[in-house]
């Protein structure tokens, strides 16, 4: 649909919110108001997306990047004098345009595809997308005349009880014919503030014989601007019901959706089992036939199918096949655990690589190290990477077994099939099939016999 163009009005203040983030670049599920509303509007139309926004918006800029183009109102001058400011920046190919705002997170892709088909069909000057389904307070109301053509937009701030018992509100998105609009928006009045309101062109065009017509929203909150932290835990709740629902749709059970938290970007494949009070945030995917929880964090991870992680953290992590983690257990960044790991309780592991087969009990700590397969780390060990200006590296080379209280004191390496004696001190390279013990630890090789 090139000829379609899409604007997003991300200009407000949002004063109510007492923050100070943009209004719009506050998550939901995860991810920043507006750029919901930008990918579902990328997913309904492919022309151009401009985001109007104030003076300085720097982070909005960020966030987006150049997926979308910018134009600033640099005066609070109200959402009809919002939408002129686009005037200029569309190309000739250009015949519509859809107008959203940005504080709409819950939007969703077959309601605007409605919204466009109903808007060409009629042949509109106008179409209003409206609801019945949410509570009106704070919403402008949709006035009919007898036949129920819709007539004008009542803001609940100019409206007498008459006007405030009509069920039918406003929800903020617009396809408008660009030939009409902008000329339009120039003859709007501004209002005692000094604002133009974007709702005022309906009364405009139904007067002047326009074609005015609505589409109705899908769902009864997807219309919810956030305009208060109240408004955004009820979007946050509301997004994270269609998630869940999205997976276990998809073959994953969740055993209890209420206590449970999914980012909207994260991937998860079937046969996996979520228990209650598990978060998964960020760019994580979850392979499948994983059991998660319960009490379990992970961010921005990789977890391999047939995984177990019970009450512990990741971040920015990756677990191979059939890796066990926890209870409170630490995956910290950088970590690689690779295939058949057992990793058991209090146990925490940053930067670092566990090869194929080792076990890391409890109680341990091994940082900015690379751990070979088959290796035995015992209760207590800790990899002592910081001298307290740089990190160093420990290699525990494959089949080595480190006892129970030794402490590798880095940089330093053990050899293949070595030992270290519980309690040791390791400050020297231990070579392959030795045995080091004592604090500071002495080397003799194994007794094999």
Not at 259 to 288: C, K, M, Q, W
Not at 402 to 412: N, Q, R
Not at 422 to 442: E, F, M, Q, W
């Amino acid at each position: 649909m090139s000829e379609w163009a899409t604007v997003i009005l991300a200009a407000g203040s949002g004063t109510r919110m007492k923050s100070d983030l943009p209004k719009v670049l506050h998550p939901v599920s995860g991810t920043a108001m507006i750029a919901h509303v930008v990918k579902t509007a990328q997913s309904v139309l492919n022309g151009q997306i401009i985001v109007v926004v104030p003076p300085g918006a720097d982070q909005i800029r960020q966030y987006l990047g150049n997926s979308v183009s910018y134009i600033e109102q640099t005066e609070p001058n109200g959402t009809g004098h919002a939408l002129l400011q686009s005037e200029k920046a569309f190309g000739g190919k250009v015949s519509n345009l859809l107008v959203l705002y940005g504080d709409t997170p819950l939007l969703l892709a077959s309601t605007l595809s409605g919204l466009v088909e109903r808007h060409q069909t009629a042949g509109a000057a106008v179409t209003l997308l409206t609801s019945d389904q949410v509570p009106p307070d704070g919403l402008g109301r949709i006035v009919r005349d007898n036949s129920g053509q819709v007539v004008e937009i009542i803001e609940e701030a100019n409206a007498d009880r008459e006007h405030l018992s009509i069920p039918e509100v406003n929800g903020g998105v617009y396809g408008f014919h660009l030939d009409w609009i902008f000329p339009a928006l120039r003859e709007l009045t501004p209002s005692t503030s000094g604002e133009t309101y974007l709702t005022d062109v309906v009364k405009l065009a139904t007067s002047s014989g326009q074609v005015v017509t609505t589409a109705s929203s899908m769902e009864a909150l997807e219309i919810l601007g956030v305009n208060s932290r109240v408004q955004l835990a009820q979007a946050e709740k509301c997004m994270r019901e269609r998630v869940l629902n999205q997976w276990m749709l998809a073959g994953v059970t969740v055993i209890d959706p209420q206590n449970t938290y999914v980012d909207a970007s994260v991937v998860i494949e079937r046969d996996t089992v979520i228990h209650p009070n598990t978060s998964l945030f960020g760019d994580t995917h979850i392979g499948r036939s994983c059991i998660l929880g319960p009490g379990s964090m992970i961010y921005d991870s990789i977890i391999g199918e047939n995984c177990m992680v019970v009450a512990s953290m990741l971040e920015e992590a990756k677990l191979e096949r059939r890796v066990n983690v926890g209870p409170f257990s630490h995956i910290r960044p950088g970590s690689v655990i690779e295939r058949d790991v057992h990793i058991g309780n209090y146990a925490e592991i940053k930067n670092s690589r566990l090869g194929t087969g080792t076990r890391m009990g409890h109680f341990s700590y091994v940082g900015d190290a690379d751990v070979g397969s088959d290796v035995n780390i015992g209760a207590g060990v800790v990899t002592c990477n910081f001298d307290g200006k740089s990190k160093h590296e420990t290699v525990i080379e494959d089949g080595a077994f480190i006892g129970s209280d030794t402490m590798l004191v880095a940089p330093v390496r053990v050899g293949a099939r070595s030992v270290t004696a519980a309690g040791s001190v390791v400050t020297k390279d231990v070579p392959r099939d030795s045995l080091a013990l004592g604090a500071p630890a002495r080397v003799r090789r194994k007794n094999t016999g």
